[in-house]
């Protein structure tokens, strides 16, 4: 009896998904955007597939990790979804090598896209000559986040630089309030060296970390001065900081507990929540010295190999669609990012996005996120040489350069 | 054992009985870690490549910090949980025992922990443990200003965290076991210690704990395998932070499998525990079977 | 082998400063057990701005059930907000099946294991003793290359077959451990009434076997109830267990985080382990006391 259970069952199965061959553009999406706002931008997507006469079925799974495992093992089992979330990099890149994914190139070349999506977000997305993913936004890194009464208070204005940073966050520290709401978990612990870097160091010192992967720059003067920036940091942060998720950093922000966090601009989700307008009770800025950048980073889609010819023509559909640019507006302004096409009218956006999209347009300001330039493992593994130095005041500079080149080599 | 001789058709339904554990033996857990050894070998990122690298990814793998740390705190955790764990689950038996009222709800309560995935465990006690809201702030708002538990945001002493969180955790089946055990214990023995006059204290020490060295094995087996996949709790709690400094192995193969396609660095890592785990449990069953055979 | 369940320590006497002392032990352990369910509960009827004050302890001011009605039928988990109430089915959906494949085998081989004289069990037994202790997630990546040959992957059966293959060195080891317990006698007389090998497991050993049995369930259901990692990877996205909703709703990485609903969804994921806990701890003891401990 258990027995023709569980071929009922899999006749089911079989049964369902021949269904699915059966009706018109079914696709079926895997991602990892779970939460109220998300939701709300990637339903932005289903209703113009929808529009557009096709059936979006919908697998969300949170933490991309997750997400991406999924994804990962259905595709090399035989069974992919129509089309994949992954940050906007490197995490990719052996689905091409081994030919699981189809290009994007048709669609691509027919809508101009190689003119108007910015050069570093672009290459993040073409192997071998040809695009294979469909960049949706554009998250910057490296934002500053402010309580505008705190820094009232202590009577200060808006920082345009780390070195503008320090005084007011002493200023804010004597007011008895924390002055650097931190999140100390990995991810944030690099992300917050990351911005330090850009801020300090510049585009240039950036691309040779990061893109050469040049072991002079790592022990540069320029670097080593980044590394005491960021330590220098440790002192304005609270007891409370290790294991904090971001997001209660940024309520300390909001409550006005804190003066600053330095997260993306996903962060502006958690303002918006408690009722707070850019511009008004918060203010964002990217610091840099001469010439600095904003870290972008962001999602795209690839889409696995496939010969049913229905999932081939909702995918071709589904490009179209993640690229239109009313879309494009309406699912970043959801999401927090900014769109990843350069000539759309982000009038209709808010002063946070709107700078956002300048620097985006500025050549000089555009710069990678890490994980454009660097393949997981080695993001991993740098990831793990900041956290450790992040939480070790004892350890030297020199020491921290030496394990950071080391880890940008590793394997 | 048993020696039986079975006719033919019964050592035949033996054989089909026993065909479903030794195929999912040989197939998946013996094909399985041939394969991961195998991969452990190349260089193989997000997906297995068949490019031979010898060592060298287990070079990497012991000049690797993070798995230094991750070594040296699961034997910390192990040792520290399975005593803790085994300690307080063995005092509530015991006290559970006296004839104390209320002793299903007590019983449950101790017991209900075990039913929480280690997620929600992880999740829970990661609050209660934050400084600037959990018990240190409680503690300060009575008035104790200078009252200090922070040990779950540094980086010497956060691995205790995690001990907290596990016994808290496991110590309720230790509990069902050791008060199983006790309940074993033929009733004359207490009868006899009275007649002799011995205190409670001493008849427990030197009577009753050597008696249930079966509930400890018991015991000490189901814990130990969930010292060696120490992973989940890990995650939600610390997620291996402040640093790296509460990170562990299992943890350290779960990461660089998927969230860091580095699957040749997580099967060197998987093969090492593997070899680990074999060595120390292998001669331990083979004097168990020893043993039983002459018994 | 009938267990007694009798409390067997010494008879109390009246209050003494022991008895104090024991009491006092039993509270404060039982308060400690308790916190975390505590604050998950209170936490769960609060609302947002009042969490934001940080007050762990705290009893809600203005008590609302409307995280409660959110995480069962409103939370967004994706595309759909409908909570969690989806994956309920899917989750008992996966568990019963599981549960009785994974038992059937597992009682199976222990019945195997302890009475008859196969060659090479002591070895087969080894080996499932040394896998107990193996992380499984290393298996994860061959197992689906694997199912998807034979062509089970992303269905029932398939996350059926992985629980199954996962329980087997526990429940193997519980079962055998629990007949290696029954005496002798009962075997050699059904033997000799020319009852075979399955005439013996169905109508003589598993019927008494109900201690065990109820461990095992136990075991099973809390187990295969708050996996994620398996039944996200193996059931099929038809399929997706209660877990992945419960994890979509807690772990979304970038956007905003209700503490309210996360801790009503992850109360109300666990209530089915959590009843089976609080309805069966006086089991659970009694089937330990019946055979677990022993061997």
């Known amino acids: 009896m258990k027995h023709s259970a569980s071929v009922l069952a899999l006749a089911m199965g079989l049964g369902w998904s021949g269904m699915a061959v059966a009706q018109e553009m079914k696709a079926e999406v895997i991602h990892w955007w779970t939460s109220g706002g998300e939701s709300a931008a990637v339903k932005v997507f289903a209703d113009q597939f929808q529009k557009a006469g096709g059936t979006w079925v919908d697998t969300a799974i949170a933490g991309g990790a997750n997400a991406r495992t999924a994804a990962i093992n259905r595709t090399v089992g035989g069974t992919p979804p129509a089309m994949m979330q992954f940050n906007t990099g490197k995490q990719f890149d052996e689905l091409v090598e081994n030919g699981l994914l189809n290009d994007v190139e048709a669609v691509a070349a027919e809508q101009k896209w190689k003119d108007k999506i910015p050069p570093a977000i672009l290459a993040a997305t073409v192997r071998n000559g040809k695009m294979y993913a469909v960049p949706v936004n554009i998250h910057g890194q490296n934002w500053l986040f402010y309580n505008t009464d705190v820094l009232a208070k202590v009577g200060a204005q808006e920082p345009k630089s780390f070195d503008d940073l320090f005084p007011i966050l002493d200023k804010v520290k004597a007011a008895g309030l924390i002055p650097l709401a931190f999140s100390g978990q990995k991810t944030w612990e690099r992300n917050l060296f ?123 559909v589904l490009e179209k669609v993640l690229l239109d640019p009313t879309t494009q507006i309406e699912f970043n302004n959801k999401k927090g990012s900014i769109p990843v096409r350069l000539d759309v009218d982000t009038s209709s956006m808010d002063v946070c996005a709107q700078k956002g999209a300048k620097m985006v347009a500025d050549k000089n300001q555009q710069a990678p996120a890490q994980e454009l330039l660097t393949p997981p493992a080695v993001t991993g593994a740098v990831e793990d040489v900041i956290s450790s130095f992040w939480n070790t005041p004892g350890q030297s500079v020199e020491t921290f350069q030496d394990k950071f080149a080391a880890a940008l080599k590793s394997i | 054992m048993l020696a039986l001789r079975p006719r033919l058709a019964s050592k035949l339904s033996a054989w089909l009985a026993l065909s479903p554990a030794t195929t999912i033996l040989v197939v998946v857990y013996v094909g399985c870690t041939a394969w991961t050894v195998w991969i452990s070998m190349t260089a193989s990122r997000m997906l297995p490549s068949s490019t031979f690298v010898g060592l060298r990814q287990y070079d990497a793998l012991f000049a690797n910090e993070r798995w230094q740390i991750s070594v040296s705190n699961l034997v910390v955790f192990g040792v520290l949980f399975m005593i803790a764990s085994l300690v307080l689950g063995f005092l509530l038996a015991v006290a559970i025992d006296q004839r104390v009222r209320a002793e299903n709800v007590l019983r449950s309560v101790f017991l209900y922990p075990f039913s929480m995935s280690f997620i929600v465990t992880g999740l829970v006690w990661q609050w209660l443990l934050n400084p600037t809201y959990g018990i240190q702030a409680v503690g300060r708002g009575f008035g104790f200003e200078t009252f200090r538990f922070d040990w779950i945001v540094r980086q010497e002493t956060v691995i205790y965290c995690l001990v907290i969180a ?68 890990s995650v939600a709690m610390t997620n291996g932070g402040p640093g790296i400094a509460s990170e562990v192995p299992a943890k350290f193969v779960m990461d660089h499998l998927f969230e860091r396609q580095n699957i040749g660095l997580a099967t060197a890592a998987a093969t090492s525990m593997l070899i680990t785990v074999a060595a120390v449990v292998a001669p331990w069953i083979y004097i168990q079977s020893r043993r039983r055979r002459a018994a | 082998m009938v267990a007694a369940v009798e409390p067997a320590g010494p008879r109390p006497r009246p209050v003494t400063p022991a008895r104090v002392g024991l009491y006092a032990f039993l509270v404060i352990t039982a308060l400690f057990f308790l916190t975390p369910l505590y604050v998950m509960l209170v936490t769960s009827f609060k609302t947002m701005p009042e969490i934001r004050q940080g007050n762990l302890l705290g009893l809600p001011a203005e008590p609302s059930l409307q995280a409660w009605g959110h995480a069962w039928s409103a939370a967004c988990t994706g595309l759909a907000c409908n909570g969690i109430s989806v994956g309920f089915f899917n989750s008992v959906k996966i568990l019963v099946p599981s549960v009785i494949v994974s038992i059937a085998v597992g009682s199976l081989t222990g019945y195997a294991l302890s009475f008859w004289r196969v060659r090479g069990a002591s070895a087969l037994f080894g080996a499932l003793m040394i896998v107990a202790f193996v992380p499984y997630q290393i298996f994860i990546y061959p197992l689906v290359r694997i199912f998807a040959t034979i062509g089970i992957n992303n269905s029932i059966p398939g996350i059926v077959a992985i629980h199954t293959i996962f329980g087997l060195p526990t429940m193997t080891l519980l079962f055998r451990n629990y007949f290696a317990s029954l005496p002798i006698e009962l075997f050699k007389a059904a033997r000799v009434d020319g009852a075979g090998f399955f005439r013996i497991y169905s109508s003589v050993m598993m019927p008494m076997a109900t201690p065990m049995l109820i461990v095992a369930v136990i075991l099973q259901v809390t187990g295969i109830w708050n996996d994620f990692i398996l039944g996200l990877v193996f059931a099929g996205r038809e399929n997706l267990p209660m877990t992945v909703q419960l994890n979509n709703i807690v772990n979304s990485t970038q956007g905003e985080r209700l503490y309210n609903v996360d801790m009503a969804a992850t109360l109300l994921t666990a209530l089915v382990p959590l009843v089976v806990y609080f309805a069966s701890g006086r089991w659970f003891v009694r089937g330990i006391a019946a055979g677990a401990v022993k061997g």
């Open chain 2, 166 to 233: 596990g016994v808290w955790h496991a110590a309720g089946l230790v509990m069902a076991i050791m008060l199983a055990g006790l309940r074993g214990i033929d009733e004359d023995i207490w009868k006899a210690a009275r007649v002799d006059g011995l205190p409670p204290w001493r008849v427990y020490v030197s009577i009753v704990i050597p008696m249930m060295g079966a509930s400890f094995a018991t015991a000490a087996v189901l814990l130990a395998t969930s010292v060696v996949r120490l992973y989940d709790l």
């Open chain 1, 194 to 316: 990351n911005a330090v870097m850009l801020g300090q160091g510049g585009a240039k010192l950036w691309l040779s970390v990061y893109g050469d992967k040049d072991p002079a720059a790592v022990k540069s003067a320029e670097f080593k001065n980044v590394a005491e920036t960021y330590a220098k940091l440790r002192n304005y942060v609270d007891a409370g900081a290790p294991g904090r998720n971001w997001n209660d950093a940024t309520a300390l922000v909001i409550q006005g507990k804190a003066g600053f966090q330095i997260m993306g601009d996903w962060a502006k989700g958690e303002f918006i929540a408690a009722g707070k307008t850019a511009g008004k009770e918060y203010g964002c800025v990217v610091l840099s010295k001469a010439g600095g950048g904003y870290a972008m980073g962001g999602d795209v889609f690839a889409f696995p190999k496939t010969k049913d010819a229905n999932t081939l023509k909702a995918q071709a």
